[in-house]
Each structure stands twice: as C-alpha cells, then as structure tokens.
C-alpha cells in the first residue's frame, strides 16, 4: 500500500504529513532522481494554482529538483492540462502541478506527470515512493540544477487551446459566464473565451489565496446558476481550482454533470466519423443512462475503476479518444493527456454553436437513472472488512440484482467511504444506499 500516493497523486492538508514543505523537497529529490537518465541537461516543469501554500511547495520543490542535478521552469499559476501540455512541448523530463483540484485551500497536493504529459503509472509512483524511504543521491556542486520563470507560458496554453476549436466556427454573438473557481483558469479561460469572440460574464477569477472552490467553481454551481439566469447568458462553464475538471449550465440554470458532457461530445464525433474505439470510457460511478444512450448508436461504454487515470489507460489501450467522470474530468485523446475542462467546455461550445438550439436542448442528451451518493466519513480502520458491514453490502447487492448498480468504495484523498446506487426505482436505490451507510457509521 502506497504511504504518500493517492488515486491523484500527493493531497493532504498544509504543513500536515504528507503536505509538508520536507516532504515536498523529498519528493522533488525522489522524483528527480527517478527520471534522470541520459547524459543530457534535464529539466522539471513546475506549474501551482492559487492556494496560499503553492508559494511554499514551490520553492521547497524546486530545491529538491535542483539539489539533485535537475533544472527547474517555472510556469506560475497554470491550469494541471496545462502543465501537461508544457511539459511535453519543452521537451522536459517531468511535469509537476501543485494542486489540491476541488479541494479548499487549507489542502495541497502534487500531481507528477512523465516527458509524455501523461500522469505517471502506479509502478512509476511506486517507485518514486521507494526512493523517498531512501537517503538522496546529491549532485556534485558544479551540477547543482537552475531554475528560472518563464512569462509567456500562459500565451502558450492558450493558443493550443484555441487550436482545439474547428477553424470554421467563432464564438460571436454568445454570452457565456465562466467560473474559474479563483483557480488555476482565472486567466487563461477568459483570454481564450474573449480571443474566440464571445462575450464574458466572469466569476472567480480574482484568486487572494484563500477563496479558491470557496463557494465557487465545479463543485459549487450555484453562483454560476444564478449568474447565468440573471445575466441571460445562453451558457454557464465551471472549472475546478487546477482546471482539469469542466461541469456546465444551461441557460435556465440547471446544472448539467460530466455524463451529459460525454454523450454530446462522443455523439457528435460518432456522427463526425471521429470518434475512435468505437466506444466512451467512464468509470463505474457513470450513470446508467449514459451507456443506455450511447448504446442507442450502437457504442460501447467501457468502465474502470474511479480516477482519470485508469480512465486513460483503458483509453489508451482499447483505443479510443473520449472518456471521463461524471465529477467532469473529460480526456479528448486527440488534444490533450489528461482532462481539460477548458478544452471540454470549448467542444461543447462548439455542438452549440452547430446545434442552433438552447443549450438546454442541446445539452440534454438522456435521462438519468435515479442514482444516489453519499459519503460517510470514518476515524480510522477498515469499515469495508468489518461483517456487519459485508452483510449489509450483500443484502443489498441481492436487493437491486438485475434492476440496478451498486459501487462502494474508499476515497483515494480523504477517510471516506462513498456509497452509490442507481436503478429505475428511485425510493429502492435511497433505501439501499440508507442501509449501507448506516451500516459503516455505526462502526
């Protein structure tokens, strides 16, 4: 079992193990270590959203990086897609965001990512976890690594993300109000949105250290909602504090998830002939009425397990270029290596636009099965072991056999065990997930 690793990298809360400014520096000497091979000048791309504490993760990283021969490019406050993307442009060794995503600003945490700009493999952390229990290997004086700040790295994002955009459309004519969580999209959305032609109704995007996902962003779409309806904006888009995580409104103000995002774009790539694998994949928290949708045009939804991560290696290895999370994490293989909510939100826009109908319309591409999630928190131990719990999960398993799902797992960031059930029959599924929690919080 990984001590430091969770299902997105490093997170915990500041100046607590394993969010230490110590421990950050390890992991910079460990990282680096692992990925200096050759003989040439290696280089670490550091990319940070808004948190108070990315000051403080960042010089410590930056020492570890450099105390073992590495030299270090700064990119400021940067969306994680971003940092992907740079990291395999500057032809760099290793990636590094400084994010917590969706988490409040008391947390960090520390994504890596290979010279690919794909996140690292669980053998690649494992490894780099090995290292960390080990004393550094440090460079002789003379090879002590350098580091310096580049300013025009955010041009550079948002001229990729622009790119993405079909060449023949332009955003004229479309009100849209962006929440950038005071995060890592504070700038770069805007400018794309803005170069693109549409006209803005900006929320969260004036970042003081403290306030990034404070009542904003993915996670919080009220703010955004409400903006919406009261600005008559045609669209509403909401990223997470590091950007790689995308959840729009419609302009009535309903708030629309990460499935409904997958089944708009993958639908009309089927219908473009360019969707590839022939087949979405998501993970088992997806609703039901995705793969009943999808399979309506005879394609295949593939599930995994919970994480971008094991989303995009099914991706990679079956092939195909769309898959994502409900929470709004949505890869375009053909753009990016890891979610972007940016360049989600800017396909999106696009079926709109081609569309020629409200996004209510558009954006509704299926009707959910009733499904319910609740998160029980838990002081330590295993639940999950313990046979009262075991029973009540078996019980319930032979409850909604053949009418329903049931998915219960341990958060990967937080001592959480989250309980998910869907069926057609609604007051079923909250009876099961009900039972189940109680059954863990009375451990």
Known sequence: ????????????????????????????????????????RHRVVIGKDTRLSGYMMESAMVAGFTSVGMDVVLVGPMPTPAVAMLTRSMRADLGVMISASHNPFVDNGIKL??????????????????????????????????AKRIDDARGRYVHFVKSTFPDRLRLDG??????????????????????????????????????????????????????????????????????????VVDEAGTVIDGDQLMALIALSQSRRGELRGGAVVATVMSNLGLERRLAEDGIRLKRTKVGDRYVLEEMRASGCNVGGEQSGHIILSDHATTGDGLVAGLQVLAALIEGGKPASEILRQFDPVPQLLKNVRFNGGDPLSELSVKKRIADAERQIEGRGRLVIRKSGTEPLIRVMAEGDDAIEVESVVNSICDAVASV
């Open 1 to 40: 079992m990984s001590k430091f690793f969770g299902t997105d990298g490093i997170r915990g809360q500041v100046n607590s193990e394993p969010m230490t400014a110590e421990i950050a520096m390890r992991v910079g000497q460990a990282a680096g270590a692992h990925f200096l091979r050759g003989d040439h």
């Open 113 to 146: 990512f290979g010279p690919d700009g794909y996140k690292l493999s669980d053998e690649a952390e494992q490894s780099i976890e090995r290292r960390l229990k080990k004393e550094p290997k440090l460079a002789k004086a003379e090879l002590i690594g350098r």
């Open 174 to 247: 479309l009100k849209i109000a962006v929440d950038c969580a005071n995060g890592a999209a504070y700038q770069v959305a805007p400018e794309a949105l803005w170069e693109l032609g549409a006209e803005l109704v900006p929320l969260g995007v004036k970042p003081n250290g403290t306030n990034i996902n404070d009542r904003c962003g993915s996670t919080h779409p009220a703010a955004l909602s409400e903006a919406v309806v009261a600005s008559g904006a045609d669209i509403g888009l909401a990223f997470d504090g590091d950007a790689d995580r995308l959840i």
